[in-house]
């Protein structure tokens, strides 16, 4: 589709008139479903992607793409598999077979594409792809971006109207027999789970089945944080132990350990870099090294030559907090610190300057997250407030839990937040309207 066909179309109708205009005609049908028409609205209406997951089913796409052009070219070839020749017949035909409306067969070839999808790019991919079909007759695969943007419409309108189904993951046995210790921090992705507790063990859990795999030992203490790494196999866990240690999850074994000088309460990881911040007042920047750019390490820094690369190194040291810092986010170039002594303080992440200090809270503050345009906090005065990241004055304050609040996430315009109170509630950033809460699903904070 032309890309200014595409903005005059956009211009117009959004994606409740396109779900509408599809039924005027098969020529309309055909334009309303185009995929860069439905890719340009899933961003337009601020939705992300997962950049691994996409990047993984891109490849597959590529290697399928190659099949089908392997497919056309030995069209006549009887060793091909059934639904491939099937496929390949359908698409040569001259002109479509008497007594087949245009719809009934685009989705014959829609049925038969969609099994050798199936083949070719897995179960978890292959009802996101779909095909143009090209003038000399070839086609071309594509990410199916209309099925994409309804699915994530439907997650959206999931969020906003609280509906869930709760799943309760266990399986995992104790440490001590007879005994269930506080789970402090949980971590996932599209394939691993972990859980960090008091009794010094990561438990970590397959994330499709839910099966458990195993557990982590080696901290000398509480488990208080952890981040993951899939790409590299790596998972980071912080310990009221004064120790960052880094887990390789094909092996469960540490190959490396970093430290505080008290308990580290805090991590955050993305790409190469680590912050992590500690009841020592000190908030900690890392990055992952593969010893080739030595020079932006921290002179200060005491390296374990032990350590082989590629390992994490030191960058600098942000001090200046004069309590606990509990919390920490970053990204876009700053870094977010939320301490014990009521302020949020803002940094930069390249040269490790203080940018601005915040203190909008009457009691330490327990949780940060940045957005593109606020700092969202939650402290032990129960309220969570919102803050514009710009000048550092307070938007709105949302008083809706009524015990410290310990976590809190975005999700595009939501803010979802955990509280001592024993529930979650769901807010909108932009109005500070409660939405819903989740209770009764923890007994105890």
């Known amino acids: 589709m032309p890309s200014e ?39 337009q209406d601020d939705y992300s992607i997962a ?31 059934y639904l491939y020749n099937a496929f390949c017949h359908a698409l ?4 479509i077979p008497s007594g087949t409306s245009p719809y009934r067969h685009r989705q014959q070839l829609r049925s038969l594409f969609s099994k050798i999808a199936s083949i070719q790019l897995g179960q978890e991919f292959y009802r996101s792809a779909s095909f143009l079909s090209e003038s000399d007759g070839s086609i071309q695969v594509v990410v199916d971006w209309h099925y994409i943007y309804l699915h994530r419409s439907l997650l959206e309108k999931n969020w906003r109207s609280g509906s869930c189904v709760p799943i309760l993951i266990d399986g995992a046995p104790d440490r001590y027999p007879g005994s269930r210790e506080v789970i402090y921090c949980v971590v996932f992705d599209h394939n691993t789970l972990a859980a960090g507790s008091r009794d010094c063990l990561i438990r970590v859990w397959d994330m499709p089945s839910l099966n458990y795999r195993g557990g982590l030992c080696a901290h000398e203490g509480s488990v208080l944080c952890l981040q993951l790494d899939s790409k ?57 090294s593969d010893g080739s750019d030595v020079s932006s390490i921290d002179e200060s820094a005491e390296l374990d030559d032990e350590v082989p690369y590629p390992k994490f190194v ?4 942000l001090t200046g907090h004069r309590a606990p810092v509990n919390c920490v986010h970053f990204m876009d170039g700053i870094v977010a610190t939320a301490s014990a002594d009521r302020t949020v303080r803002i940094w930069n992440f390249d040269t490790g300057a203080i940018i601005r200090t915040v203190q909008s809270h009457n009691r330490g503050i327990s949780s940060v997250q940045l957005t593109p345009n606020y700092i969202i906090t939650g402290s032990s005065d129960h309220v969570m407030k919102i803050i514009d990241r ?15 609040v310990r976590s809190i996430d975005t999700h595009h315009s939501l803010l979802v937040s955990g509280g001592y109170d024993q529930t979650i509630k769901v807010c909108d950033v932009k109005s500070g309207e409660l939405l819903h809460q989740l209770p009764d699903y923890h007994s105890s904070k």
């Open 5 to 43: 066909l595409r903005h005059q179309i956009l211009s117009y109708l959004d994606a409740p008139d396109l779900k509408n205009a599809k039924c005027v005609s098969s020529k309309w049908l055909q334009i309303c479903t185009y995929p860069t028409l439905w890719k340009s609205l899933y961003f």
């Open 51 to 81: 950049p691994g997951p996409m990047l993984e089913f891109e490849r597959r796409i590529a290697i399928m793409q190659e099949r089908i052009d392997e497919m056309f070219a030995n069209s006549l070839d009887a060793d091909l598999p």
């Open 92 to 95: 040569n035909v001259g002109s």
């Open 232 to 288: 590299r196999d790596l998972l980071i866990s912080g310990s009221s132990d004064a120790t960052i240690k880094v887990w390789d999850l094909r092996t469960g074994a540490v190959i490396q350990q970093m430290w505080h000088m008290d308990s580290v309460l805090g991590l955050h990881f993305d790409g190469l870099n680590l912050v992590s911040c500690s009841k020592d007042t000190t908030a900690r920047i890392w990055r992952w």
């Open 314 to 317: 030191s960058v600098r040291v």
């Open 390 to 404: 710009t000048t550092g004055s307070e938007v709105r304050a949302l008083v809706c839990h009524t015990g410290l």
